[in-house]
């Protein structure tokens, strides 16, 4: 048995098998071959190898994100029939006496290139998927499957060296039960999407993880961050004993379902769900969240090649509106940037992202990204309770130029007789010192606020959340950190305006009397930590005045 140390992101204990998540896949190596037929048809098995996959991939995408989102691997599996591309590999077979996979890359190389060069936007994007499609070639003439063409229905546990938030989109939720990867951040988004989806999860336990075989078997223990691989008998049943208590102690937490989040003194506070897209609509109802706190909406970006155009956006946020039946939904605008990159966003490459071009300033720069977007949203706010919320403030500029903005998608959507709703409230997020420090400035100018604790201790303490080198000095307890949430509250309540918070901060149970204490209105966390912070919420009793909050020692 091997023990691996990191970091646990979500508590729970998982038992699999390891199914390793390998970017790219396959080394590539050139060699002689004697019998090119023989690699020809090597060649031409994994391409229809490849083509059943991308049938499965548009089917699944067709289902769960729409047509406009399953159209590329509609257009690679055009890609791997063209003629052009067919022919450069079996040529290169043929005349050079290649193996198949040399020549696919070689020819995915050449490809490219071409489409690189191109003036073209459209064009130039398809030398990713030239890319792609070679690798998931190289990748079945190895004998194995991507993972996301996983058909077994066996449940794994995925290991990788680190995930992208688009790579962990991908994961089928119904088959993978824990991820554990060598590197990562708690802070990342990664990290987060492993919360919302509710499935313990590890990160940062080193390289050593690497060095595991496929099918190896391993424990996942998120709640002390311990991985076991190849465990032995007495592990395992200590963690089969944990995991049935870890069951019951979510069973007897159902008993809260319909309650009230109301403390022993009678103070209320509502709790919402943070989701990422449709898919966890249902994990946000069953575990009873009183609305959507936080809809992070660049999830709807990422994992594709083209913008989601605004009939796409349209029709998601028209179903999250009324599968929320009149509950409040707040769908924050495209949070693109930092760790959340898309290609064909044209961004340049930046020293620092994360004090990049990101968020707000993507969309006050290009106008051909957000007014789609202002437009899907306020079309859909006419099916339930929308509140549409911008993030990465800094400025009363910003917040001027958004509200001029919206204004002018409204009325041009009057013109054209299209209704939109007078009740949509307008907040923006405080996840910069600099927006928590002129709270007071910004509140006359919207309806509420919503503190992103993740980018506020990012950007109070000057620490990458990304870097796991770091992460120790990570401290989302710290002081200045506290001081800046309970600043911004005084102020939304100075001037009448709600106040949330939706960072990780707000699941946190030791800061849930302190949050109570600031009067903080709203606690958005992911869906399976609303029950939990039910139960914490109707065990405390504000009324002992010996329970304040003292200052931290930082
Ligand atoms: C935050 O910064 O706390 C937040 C909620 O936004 P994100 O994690 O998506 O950056
Ligand atoms: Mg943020």
């Known amino acids: 048995m091997i023990t691996l140390k990191g970091k646990g992101v979500y508590g729970g204990i998982a038992i699999g098998r390891i199914s390793f998540f390998r970017r790219g896949g396959v080394d590539v190596r050139r060699h002689t071959v004697t019998d090119a037929e023989s690699e020809v048809a090597r060649f031409e098995k994994a391409k229809a190898q490849a083509i059943s996959e ?17 159209r590329i691997f509609e257009i690679h599996g055009m890609m791997l029939e063209d003629d052009d591309y067919n022919d450069s590999v079996i040529n290169a077979i043929r005349t050079e006496k290649v193996n198949a996979e040399y020549a696919i890359s070689t020819t995915a190389e050449n490809f490219s290139m071409v489409f690189s060069s191109m003036e073209d936007p459209y064009m130039k994007e398809r030398a990713a998927d030239i890319r792609d499609i070679s690798n998931r070639l190289v990748v079945a003439l190895a004998g194995k499957k991507r ?15 680190d995930l992208a938030p688009s790579e962990t989109m991908q994961l089928d939720r119904q088959k993978v039960w824990a991820f554990v990867t060598a590197e990562g951040s708690v802070n990342s988004h990664t990290a987060i999407l492993a919360r919302t989806m509710g499935i313990p999860a590890v990160v940062d336990v080193g390289d050593e993880l690497m060095r595991a075989e496929d099918g190896t078997e391993v424990i996942v223990d998120g709640f002390s961050g311990h991985v076991y691989l ?42 919402f769900a943070n989701i990422q897209g449709l898919r966890e609509v249902g994990a946000a109802l069953l575990n009873d969240a009183g609305g959507i706190g936080l809809f992070r909406s660049e999830f709807l ?15 998601v946020y028209k179903t999250v509106l009324q599968s929320m039946g009149g509950k409040k939904v707040v769908i924050r605008t495209l949070d693109i940037g930092a760790d959340k990159q898309v290609g064909y966003f044209g961004l340049e490459k930046e020293e620092n992202p994360a004090m990049g071009m990101r968020a707000i300033r993507i969309c006050l720069t290009r106008p051909e990204i957000f007014r789609p977007q202002l437009r899907a949203l306020l079309r859909a706010s006419v099916f339930g309770s ?21 204004e002018e998608v409204r009325r041009e959507l009057e013109k054209k007789k299209i209704p939109t709703s007078p009740d949509t409230e307008f907040g923006i997020m405080i996840e910069t010192p600099a927006a928590a420090m002129i709270s007071d400035l910004l509140a006359p100018l919207v309806d509420f606020f919503s503190i992103g604790t993740n980018d506020l201790t990012q950007y109070t303490l000057a620490l990458d959340r990304q870097n796991r080198s770091v992460s120790s000095f990570f401290d989302p307890h710290h002081e200045a950190v506290l001081r800046l949430i309970a600043l911004s509250a005084e102020n939304a309540h ?11 901060l707000g699941s946190d149970l030791a800061l849930t009397e302190t949050f109570l204490r600031m009067g903080i209105d709203e606690l958005s966390v992911s869906p399976a930590y609303i029950l939990r912070l039910r139960d914490k919420i109707r065990n405390t009793d504000l009324s002992d005045p010996s329970a304040q909050r003292k200052e931290s020692n930082t």
């Open 54 to 70: 991308l049938n499965k991939l548009y089917e699944k995408a067709l289902r769960d994100i729409g047509e406009s989102g399953a």
């Open 147 to 161: 993972l996301e063409a996983e058909s077994s229905d066996e449940a794994r546990i995925v290991c990788a060296d």
């Open 230 to 271: 190849s465990p032995d008998q007495t592990i395992l049943s200590e963690m089969r004993a944990r995991m049935e208590e870890d069951r019951k102690a979510k069973d007897l937490l159902q008993k809260y379902k319909g309650m009230d989040n109301v403390t022993l003194d009678g103070t209320r506070i509502d709790i």
């Open 301 to 315: 970006y990422l994992d594709r090649n083209e913008f989601p155009d605004e009939e796409e956006q349209f029709q």
């Open 386 to 406: 929308l509140a549409i919320m911008f993030p990465m403030i800094t400025s009363v500029k910003e917040v001027m130029e958004i509200r001029k903005t919206v």
């Open 494 to 504: 100075r001037h009448g305006k709600w106040i949330g918070i939706c960072g990780e």
